[in-house]
Every structure is written in C-alpha cells, then in structure tokens.
C-alpha cells in the first residue's frame, strides 16, 4: 500500500511560471477510458490518488467527472494553482484541495483582489462539504505580504508561519526547491527519497514514475495502460532504486541531481 499515488489528468497548464520546469513531452488530457484502466489497475495499492504531477487539473474539461469516478474507490486530492477555481462545481466528492497562492502573478490579467476573492468563494462551498485546504506559499516570493495581509483580514488571524485559518482551512509555507535536472548544479551520490515506499508517480501517457518531481519521465519504469503493477513494483529497475534508497544510496543520476529530500533531512538536524 503506498500512502498515496500521484495521476497526472493532463500535462498541460494555463500558466507560465518562473519556478516551474516546462515538460517537454505531448499535451494531453486523460481520456475517460484510459482513467478507468488506471483506477482498476490501482486497486489495493493506495486509498488516495492526488491529480498532480505537471499541468493544471482543473485544466481537464470532465475535470469533475474524473472526480466522482476517482472517489468511489479512492480519497481525491488535487493540487491547482487556483485560477480555474471556478470550475469545481460544488463537487462533494473532493478529500484535499491544495491551492498554490505562490501562482499569482499580474501578468495573468487578474488583479490580487480577483485572483483571492474568487478562491475565497470556492473555499466557502467546499469548507460546508468537509474538504480540506491547503494554502501553499513559496517563502520570501513578491506577493507574500499582500496575500498575508488579505488573509489576516478576512479570517480575523495573525499569521505567523503554518497557521490554521479556520476549521479544515490552513495555510503552509515552505521554501522553492532545485528540479532535479541532470543540467543543474546540485550533485550528490548518497541520499533517499520517499519516491517507491510512500508514494510513486502516473504521467498522463501512463508512464509510471518514482516520483512527482520527474516532469518528463526519465525514469519510467513501465506504463500502466500496458503493464500490471505488480511487474513493475518488482521489476529490477524499481527494486534497485528502492533498495539503494533504503541503505542511503543514489543509483539513477536524475536523482543524483535531485534536492528535494536531502533539504528535508538537512532541515531536521
């Protein structure tokens, strides 16, 4: 059972954002027949699925069809950058919606006030149906104090770092992290990584990855419309990159050129 596994519905997005990597692979959005294989093949592996990876998910035009599919069988978390807000329509059926407040940008012809009021509308109809929010925030990005101020305004609170807002309602700061790119200038041969014990990865041409931070599936390690999971959890591929984690070790050189969990653990000490 893996703690969750991430769906990616679509790679495609309706931003350009400085801190975000461009996939260089097709556009799609999943089809309805290609979302059912992945929800039967995934059956026992995980209770939540989570539409994210690359692109935006409320992008997907049955984007509130695949909810209620996904939530018979599993619990459904999306991660969205909040401008398309409104297209969830009054959907019951969503565990977790984790909105990146970092995403704001005035290039996008919104003003601030337009961008928060209308995920504040959205916040209210899905607080009464249960769902959990997640605020997210890059630390130190340009917009920081006036969003902050916004929210200390409408939800009667002084902020100082992660805060609880309301019931079911959060706010979560965290700082920009290095893409794993085999271009970049981080490098390091001993390290873990959560990828392929809690959690692993399905981009929308069904290519299994370990993780979500491989946009462009470098490290694919079968596809789902082709392959059963089983055979790629025990594949040889998957088991040496799992075993080499468990004992410290970076066997892929993607990985090689990834931060994301050594700043955890080097934050912790």
């Known amino acids: 059972m893996f703690k969750k596994i991430y769906v990616e519905i679509t790679n495609n997005c309706n931003l350009s954002c400085s801190f975000c990597v461009k996939n260089n692979r097709i556009k799609e959005f999943i089809t309805i027949d290609k979302f059912n294989i992945i929800l039967k093949k995934l059956k026992g592996y995980t209770n939540y699925l989570y539409f994210h990876l690359m692109g935006e998910a409320l992008l997907h035009p049955n984007i509130n069809e695949l909810i ?11 991660t969205t950058n909040g401008y398309l807000i409104n297209k969830i329509k009054d959907n019951k059926n969503i565990n977790q919606l984790n909105i990146s407040l970092h995403s704001f940008n005035t290039l996008y012809n919104k003003t601030l006030d337009e961008y928060l009021n209308n995920i ?40 100082n770092g992660n805060t609880k807002l309301d019931n079911n309602l959060y706010l979560e700061f965290d700082d920009e992290f290095i893409w794993p790119d085999i271009n970049n200038s981080y490098y390091n041969e001993e390290g873990s ?44 591929k998957y088991q040496n990159m799992l075993n080499s984690f468990l004992i ?21 000490k």
């Not at 939530?71 to 999306?78: A, G």
């Not at 109809?125 to 990005?141: A, F, Q, V, Y």
């Not at 399905?202 to 419309?225: A, E, H, R, T, W």
Request: glycine letters at 4%; charged letters at 25%.
């Open 68 to 78: 209620d599919m996904a939530s018979k069988s599993y619990k459904v978390n999306i």
């Open 120 to 159: 504040f509308e959205s916040i209210d109809m899905l607080l009464k149906n249960n769902t959990i929010i997640s605020l997210r925030m890059w630390t130190n990005n340009s917009n920081e104090f006036d969003i902050l101020n916004r929210l200390e305004k409408r939800y009667n609170i002084k902020i």
């Open 248 to 268: 410290n070790k970076k066997v892929e050189e993607l990985c090689k050129h990834c931060n994301f969990y050594d700043r955890i653990i080097n934050r912790k």
């Open 193 to 236: 990584c959560q990828g392929l014990r809690t959690h692993i990865g399905i981009l929308v041409d069904g290519s299994v990855v370990p993780c979500c931070l491989d946009y462009n599936g470098l490290l694919s390690l079968g596809n789902i419309y082709k392959d059963d999971l089983k055979d790629i959890l025990n594949s040889f």
